[in-house]
């Protein structure tokens, strides 16, 4: 069991990039057979996969969302990170790292138009 926690901001405008961060502890990020995902939930909607990073750093995206999503870590600091840009309000969603069983807080992103 992992704990993650979440950081970012939770308001941004469109066309801008968002940039989460999960801080993962009582693991690594390298630890073999981990994987390390994000997914979000718009208001109303069930969940929806973003892109996901093996514990090998292969990174894997939605391909609906490919085009704008980058997944990458900092292992010294055992962080992983998502990065979506051009950013719309249709993007607006609670958005959650998770790791098998474990999940962060999630954060509410609202991006305005």
């Known amino acids: 069991q992992v704990q993650l926690q979440q950081s970012g901001p939770g308001l941004i405008k469109s066309s801008q990039t968002l940039s989460l961060t999960c801080t993962v502890s009582g693991g690594s990020l390298t630890t073999n057979g981990y994987y390390w995902k994000w997914v979000r939930q718009p208001p109303g909607k069930g969940l929806e996969w973003i892109g996901s990073?093996?514990?090998?750093?292969?990174?894997y995206y939605n391909p609906s969302l490919a085009n704008r999503t980058s997944i990458s870590w900092d292992t010294s600091k055992n962080q992983f990170s998502l990065h979506l840009n051009s950013m719309t309000p249709e993007d607006t969603a609670v958005y959650y790292c998770l790791s098998r069983g474990d999940w962060g807080q999630g954060t509410q992103v609202t991006v305005s138009s």
């Open positions: 990073m093996l514990y090998s750093g292969t990174t």
